[in-house]
DNA sequence: CATGAATGAGAATTCATTCAT
DNA sequence: CATGAATGAATTCTCATTCAT
């Protein structure tokens, strides 16, 4: 009876083209009517769907997050259980990110990050993603480091590590060249092997 | 046009009130008003002064530049010759400016490397600073390698660590704590020693 | 076209919602969504019920109306057959309004008072319900009234009575206290009492 | 030097507009383009000096009390000392507002009431605005009364009359016709009159 | 140079109404 | 009848920029 409701779909396509808006403009330049145009509906029924741009900027959040984890979760699983080559497999996946692969949502996460800076609701979503990633890294560093490396040192390390990633994501969005791809992974990996010394 | 005006100390005011603004509310929250509210001057002299808000932001860059270099050329002055010593000397210059000393710098910084995303002339020059941090970073790595370390090699590590700098500017803009200064500074120090074997 | 639907009590509740929220928030802020929320429905149901916002308003003006009516004159039915006590009965009955008991009726009319400036269909039914009240009261002045009172002076103080009634409405909207329930009553009696000298 | 300031008149004119508009479509009818049309200025400039709309409505409240509180001060004025008098001048003041002398100033007026019903911030204005009104008339009714009247009686009075005003401005504002000038001056006369015995 | 009023091109948002299911 | 997604016109508000004084 009546309209089945296609809502979880429609707002993902809103959200994937405001991503990818946003990637080609900046969140500034991401107006309602770009996204719009995008995404092939009409104004309106964005704001049918989220409560505003703002709405449209957490939810797009969410999901950046959970396409970055996605893609180096499939690595890891394509990972055996060595715990140095687990925890470069995770810096390997991140790093390759940046690649032409998904550089949309890159750019787009630099966006974010820079409106952390502005807005305190997309900041503290933006820090508990960086948190997790270092949780994340933390874990794995723990598996890989020498038997006595100190709580701290261990955090200290993942910390380092998911802030050294999102340098790397902020060069590749402003310029491919800089890091390309190949080089940026294999020096990431020598980096991630010097603080396990 | 902005004029070869006599007061260049007024165009620095104005940057600098710029740069306060945009590190507490972003690109976009820098409105004129708001700039010229904070230099305490009306908001039309901006225009005497720049050609526009882009121009404005174009300025900031460089006295932002400006301001990041000088603070580690005078601790690389105060260095010694010893070429590992020089090279960990600039990472901790750089990854200690995350600290409150100047904190609205990095923080502008993390704003005008979003904007490099949108506006091509912002990316040209943002790009451009970053070559030149990798520069150095490039000499002061090629000074401390092994001898017979390839080129290659140390433009990798030189841009990786370029990245990872700008990565912490990142983190520090939205959460002081998580790279508290002490932590990331001995571990970016870590990170560039194990780069160097 | 609004059906003749079967579902006539579909129609009061709706308007019944309608009134409630145009209380709350006013006529603009009574917005279908709102008015549909309150009525546990689907918003695009109030479309097959009524013709649009005007139509439901106007519905909801002789609701509203008829309410106001009968209360008034289920007091004058148990009142006896004084022509005085029957012109106090009445404007006791109205001003009783302002209570809590149907508060949100009161302010709803208040609420299509200032519609009826705007909005012509509105006002024409609106006056009309005036003048209707100030039929009635014409009727109790002329029976309570002394013999050879013209019937111009008859009409003017029903017309003066009506417009007070009204007053006392919009001041009760907004400040329940300013003319608290006994005194306005008690007031309002020696007001109509002054009348008929 | 530079521009002189015009603001204080520029505001007055743009609220003068407002009420006009105002009293000819209502508060959601006086859309900002309609009176920056009626002003004769760009719609962008009534935001340089008003904060938004709800600014100016409020702003045009204390301009309408002020222009009718000055109307009565005026005729008070010309009254003599006799406190009956005063007192029915204060009356004669208000009600022949509703005359066209100043139409426009009354409906604006009812508007405003029916804002303050959705609008906290109105509210308190208009509920202020209606306070001061009764002060007025119950120092008015204090100096005309018997001797020996409480004081809460005297309240009483000057709440009544005082509502009955508002009464009288939503009748004017709808049905010129329904108490026409002449008439309700004299009925209000005979029920202030009458509230004295 | 200085001042701040003026301008107008967008931007987000709201919301009554329509319509496919 | 019922449902709620879809539509698009209208509205408020922002803000860089211009310009008269």
């Known amino acids: 009876m009546a309209r089945p409701s296609n809502t979880a779909q429609r707002r993902d396509e809103i959200a994937a083209s405001f991503i990818e ?9 991401a107006t309602m009517a770009a996204v719009a145009e995008r995404a092939g ?8 769907h989220f409560d505003g741009k703002l709405d449209l900027l957490m939810h797009s959040v969410g999901r950046l997050e959970r396409r970055l984890v ?19 497999a995770f810096v390997d996946a991140h790093v390759a ?14 966006c974010v990050g820079a409106e952390a800076v502005a807005e305190p609701a997309v900041r503290r979503i933006y820090v508990q993603a960086l948190r997790r990633r270092r949780d994340e890294l933390r874990e794995l560093f723990a598996a890989a480091s020498a038997p006595r490396t100190s709580r701290a040192r261990v955090l200290e390390s993942a910390g380092a590590v998911a802030a050294a990633i999102e340098g790397i994501f902020q060069v590749a969005a402003v310029d491919p060249t800089f890091a390309a791809r190949g080089h940026a992974v294999r020096t990431m990996r020598r980096m991630t092997l010097g603080l396990l010394r």
């Open 21 to 29: 808006v946003m990637a080609a403009t900046g969140y500034a330049g």
């Open 41 to 48: 509906i009409p104004q309106g029924l964005i704001h049918h």
């Open 70 to 88: 996605e893609r180096y979760e499939t690595r890891l699983r394509r990972t055996g259980t060595d715990p140095v080559r687990r925890l470069l």
């Open 97 to 110: 990110l940046g690649a032409d692969a998904d550089r949309a949502s890159v750019t787009a996460w630099v």
